[in-house]
């Protein structure tokens, strides 16, 4: 369903260096002692997550990643080069299973989370270490530890930071189209939308946001109306909920009743839906709203419930830089 990407990669530790064998060798001292140094640890495979990353479509064209091998050791009891890091960069909500047994190995869920994937092979140690009474001069070194080599898999479920609902047909897809970089299919009629929408929400400081847009919430949706609740699970996981209001041709001919009919609706899904962060959008105030009152007296209505509320057109984009601010204050700090 939409959110999900999928890539297929290999990950190999670097291998350890090996230990060397060396004698000191000093005019003053023709029998030195063993002062091979130890070989240098191999690189790791490190994963780490980005917001800055939507997709793992930067992955498909690279499936090996190798960490440096370590370098041997050396005379004068001189250690080898640890050799480097590889960091793969992924996007936030990746989960990693190993391909073979189906392990999860990590998941990723916030930005610059990191871990090791797989460790480099421990270096060998030179022959100094292996001096005993019995032989001073010790002609072996150790090997350096292999690297390990993974096939996993990467799962990216998206995490959005907001999450856009509404009974259908009030503009979120409108709403997302102007907020973001997508392109959601907008039609005059309900249930146009039938899978989740994600769009990426930049300001100029590239900094960024994403939004899941999903299918209209109708109510009786608990009982299988309309697409029901189906695609809740897409904005259990985001932090901050925008509620989108039609104040032009409400549903139940009020707007506040709307809203409580959509709260309603997410309570039963799940508790925490209405205890998450939110805005009520009142969208369509190009048009004339139902009713008697005024826009400004609807937006009041929702201050006395204790909500906060913007009065927008997400046709004509008036109100959305407002909109697009308050929700970078909220959500990024
Ligand atoms: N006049 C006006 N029309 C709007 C506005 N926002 C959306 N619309 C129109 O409302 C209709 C529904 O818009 P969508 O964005 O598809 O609504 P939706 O909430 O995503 O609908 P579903 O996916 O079916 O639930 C379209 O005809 C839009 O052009 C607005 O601010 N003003
Ligand atoms: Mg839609």
């Known amino acids: 369903m939409g959110f999900i990407d999928e890539a297929e990669i290999t990950v190999k530790s670097g291998d350890g260096g090996a230990g060397c064998v060396s004698f000191r060798r000093e005019r003053s001292l023709p029998k030195g002692g063993p002062d091979g140094g130890d070989g240098g640890k191999g690189g790791n495979v490190v994963i780490k997550a980005s917001r800055r990353l939507h997709s793992l479509y930067d992955l498909h064209?690279?499936?090996?990643?190798?960490?440096?091998?370590?370098?041997?050791?050396?005379?004068?009891?001189?250690s080898g080069k640890k050799g480097k890091d590889i960091e793969i960069l992924v996007p936030v909500g990746i989960m990693v299973r190993d391909?073979?047994?189906?392990?999860?190995?990590?998941?990723?869920?916030?930005?610059?989370?990191?871990?090791i994937l797989v460790e480099g092979g421990a270096g060998g140690k030179g022959n100094s270490h292996f001096v005993t009474a019995a032989n001073r001069a010790p002609r072996f070194a150790q090997e350096g530890q292999k690297g390990t080599e993974k096939r996993l898999k990467l799962e990216l479920k998206l995490v959005a930071d907001i999450g856009i609902v509404g009974l259908p047909n009030t503009g979120k897809s409108t709403l997302l189209s102007r907020i973001s970089h997508a392109?959601?299919?907008?039609?005059?009629?309900?249930?146009?939308?039938?899978?989740?929408?994600?769009?990426?929400?930049?300001?100029?400081?590239?900094?960024?946001?994403?939004?899941?847009?999903?299918?209209?919430?109708?109510?009786?949706?608990?009982?299988?109306?309309?697409?029901?609740?189906?695609?809740?699970?897409?904005?259990?996981?985001?932090?901050?909920?925008?509620?989108?209001?039609?104040?032009?041709?409400?549903?139940?001919?009020?707007?506040?009743?709307?809203?409580?009919?959509?709260?309603?609706?997410?309570?039963?899904?799940?508790p925490c839906l209405t205890e998450k962060d939110q805005v009520v959008v009142i969208n369509k105030i190009d048009l004339k709203p139902f009713g008697k009152k005024s826009i400004q007296e609807i937006c009041r209505s929702f201050h006395d419930l204790g909500h906060e509320c913007l009065a927008i057109s997400a046709l004509t984009g008036q109100g959305v830089e407002e909109l697009r601010q308050l929700l970078r204050e909220k959500v990024i700090s």
């Open 99 to 115: 391909q073979e047994t189906g392990e999860l190995l990590a998941d990723l869920v916030y930005d610059n989370q990191h871990m």
């Open 61 to 78: 064209s690279k499936i090996l990643f190798k960490g440096q091998n370590g370098k041997p050791g050396r005379g004068n009891n001189r």
């Open 183 to 270: 392109h959601p299919k907008i039609d005059n009629y309900p249930f146009t939308t039938v899978a989740p929408n994600l769009g990426v929400m930049s300001f100029d400081d590239e900094q960024s946001l994403t939004v899941a847009d999903i299918p209209g919430l109708v109510e009786g949706a608990s009982s299988g109306k309309g697409l029901g609740h189906r695609f809740l699970q897409h904005i259990e996981r985001t932090g901050f909920l925008l509620h989108v209001l039609d104040v032009n041709q409400p549903h139940s001919g009020d707007v506040v009743k709307d809203f409580s009919i959509l709260r309603q609706e997410l309570e039963r899904f799940h």
